[in-house]
């Protein structure tokens, strides 16, 4: 298991622990960003003593003083870390003075909620930030139920269709047509993944959607009886009351399409990516960053054979400006289509006699809002507000 150090900084605490505010060297350097957090926070408040007002708007009864490490995982669902809210969207709310990640640190959140972590002064990432789903795990808060349904494909004893890959702010791949009517029909369509050129307008913090099923190889299979689509990638959502800085990785990309142990299905359609939101007077991202929101790939389908197919490989959690390869088929079944990247439309899945690919999965989003220096690798490009 990766080891992570997160650190939650409050003044109190600093010679505590011995940690200092990351970038200050001096007191004059605490000063100035003291008056800096001061007027950040006068200007760009939602109201006073409130935090946000984007895509989510926090107002904290007090940041309790607060220094830990804390393992590699939190898991939304369970942790102790979140607040209690009684109004708006059910997410994990974690507050303190100063959040920082430091460059070894690598945090990893999985869970039913969504997470927000809201500091009243600075938060810097220098190691990794990771919400992706994978084949392993759901990123937190992926794949949630205001997800618009992406098809699943048809069953048929030829090979079933390949699963739609997950749309959100951009339009999944189409799955492919499994039995092109070479045996009997009817043959196994993938109907489009979802209507229309994409998409999801983001009004809320919220995960990615999941890919659609790919079909079995029977005439009496309901849709979506074969391979599983993958996870939409989770969402966090970071808001400080001066600054953010970005100078490790940040990641929310989508799981890739299954692929199945039973012959002639198609694969499963790739998750999309989900939400990476940055919230504050000023967001920076440093030459050096990483930050993902990435599609997966759609899973291969299978044939006569199963020697050889693969799933749909998960979104990218290292280069954000590459695709996630889709699966290959096997026994001369369909391959999976790659997940999207940057201006990259997700790739359909390929046609087969046998079981046809699922497609790729849609683009997530990076939300920023605050005056923005962009830097680093960065997919999709950032909307900012």
């Not at 039913?112 to 220098?126: F, K, N």
């Amino acid at each position: 298991m990766r080891g992570l150090l997160l650190v939650l900084i409050l003044g109190g605490c600093r010679s505590i622990f011995g940690i200092g505010t990351p970038g200050l060297a001096s007191d004059a350097g605490d000063d100035a960003a003291d008056a800096s957090r001061d007027a950040g926070a006068d200007a760009f408040d939602a109201a006073p003593g409130c935090y946000g007002g984007g895509l989510f708007t926090y107002c904290p009864t007090a940041f309790a003083p607060l220094g830990f490490s804390q393992d590699t995982l939190l898991d939304t669902s369970t942790s102790a870390l979140c607040a209690t809210s009684t109004t708006g969207p059910n997410l994990c709310v974690v507050e303190a003075t100063d959040i920082t990640i430091p460059v070894n640190g690598h945090l990893v959140v999985i869970g039913t909620r969504p997470l927000v972590l809201v500091a009243s002064g600075s938060i810097t990432i220098a190691g990794s930030l990771d919400v992706s789903s994978t084949s392993a795990q759901s990123g937190a808060g992926a794949s949630p139920v205001a997800c618009a349904t992406s098809s699943p494909g048809l069953s048929d004893a030829g090979g079933g269709g390949g699963g739609a890959g997950g749309s959100f702010t951009t339009k999944g791949g189409d799955g492919g047509t499994g039995d092109t009517n070479s045996s009997a029909p009817p043959a196994g369509t993938a109907p489009p993944g979802l209507a229309g050129a994409a998409a999801t307008t983001v009004t809320s913090v919220r995960g990615g959607c999941r890919g659609s099923a790919g079909g079995s190889n029977s005439t009496s299979g309901s849709p979506g009886g074969g391979s599983a689509g993958g996870d939409g990638g989770g969402a966090v959502y970071l808001i400080a009351g001066t600054q953010i800085t970005v100078t490790g990785a940040a990641f929310a990309s989508g799981a890739g399409g299954r692929t199945s142990s039973m012959l002639e299905t198609g694969g499963g359609g790739g998750g999309s990516g989900g939400l990476l939101g940055f919230d504050a007077p000023v967001v920076m991202f440093g030459s050096t960053a990483l930050v993902a929101a990435n599609g997966g790939g759609g899973g291969g389908g299978t044939g006569t054979s199963l020697a050889g197919q693969s799933a749909g490989a998960d979104g990218t959690t290292s280069n954000p400006l590459s695709a996630a390869m889709g699966g290959i088929g096997g026994g001369a079944a369909g391959n999976g289509g790659n997940g999207s990247y940057a201006n990259a439309a997700a790739g359909a899945g390929a046609n087969s006699d046998g079981g046809a690919g699922g497609g790729g999965g849609g683009l997530g989003l990076v939300y920023v809002r605050g005056t923005f220096t962009p830097g680093g690798k960065v997919s999709p490009a950032p909307s900012v507000h």
